[in-house]
């Protein structure tokens, strides 16, 4: 991301910290607009945070990313994300004022445990003034380490597949049953005995785990 034209040099003691182009200095009044609107033109999210690890911008994509857990400004990452290494990641970035780097796979809100996402995580220090910095969160899909994670096999998925065919066909009839749409002495037979042939069905899958 290049640094806005407004930003200003940092004086020399500062020299160590400018050695990294990724640290952004900024002293110029209306910063918080500026980077706001340069953030928000991302394809990736990007969160802005301060030292309490709590979220004061987001852009589109984070918010379209983070969208189930509804607004996301002045809430802490750890209960948008509960993950530790991300807070850790934030934290250390903010203390050390040195950028920091982190390939993890998050459980997104409102996707199923078995669908974790992967992401390239930068977290990079912005010297806004003399006395406040805030740490910046990009979020990159590390569409790599996803088709590989697909690839993998995934033996909880197959039984999750396996349970859900006799699962429905039990659940069906039951609601059939006790709906009363099922009155016909035979085909209330015909019921009893599909169900107990997905019961059996059921039990053959849990067999196999045991083994």
């Known amino acids: 991301m290049n640094t806005p034209q407004a930003a200003s040099v940092s004086p020399p003691d500062q020299a160590a910290e400018d050695d990294d182009p990724r640290i952004l200095h900024e002293k110029s009044t209306g910063v918080d607009a500026l980077l706001e609107m340069v953030l928000d033109g991302l394809s990736h999210a990007c969160l802005l945070l301060d030292g309490t690890d709590r979220i004061l911008f987001s852009n589109e994509a984070a918010k379209l990313l983070f969208m189930p857990k509804g607004r996301l400004l002045g809430r802490r990452l750890e209960t948008v994300l509960a993950d530790r290494q991300l ?72 039984v999750l597949l396996q349970l859900r065919g006799p699962l429905t066909i039990v659940q069906g009839y039951l609601e059939n049953l006790l709906d009363g749409l099922i009155t016909d002495p035979v085909a209330l037979r015909q019921s009893l005995l599909t169900m107990r042939r997905s019961t059996v069905q059921i039990e053959r899958v849990l067999e196999g785990l045991r083994q």
């Open 87 to 158: 807070s850790q990641l934030v934290t250390e970035c903010f203390q050390t004022r040195r950028p920091g780097h982190l390939a993890c796979a998050l459980r997104l809100p409102g996707v199923a445990w078995r669908d974790d996402r992967h992401f390239l995580v930068d977290a990079v220090p912005l010297k806004l003034t003399a006395d406040r910095w805030l740490v910046r969160l990009a979020l990159r899909p590390d569409e790599e380490a996803d088709a590989a994670a697909k690839a993998m096999p995934n033996p909880a998925a197959d």
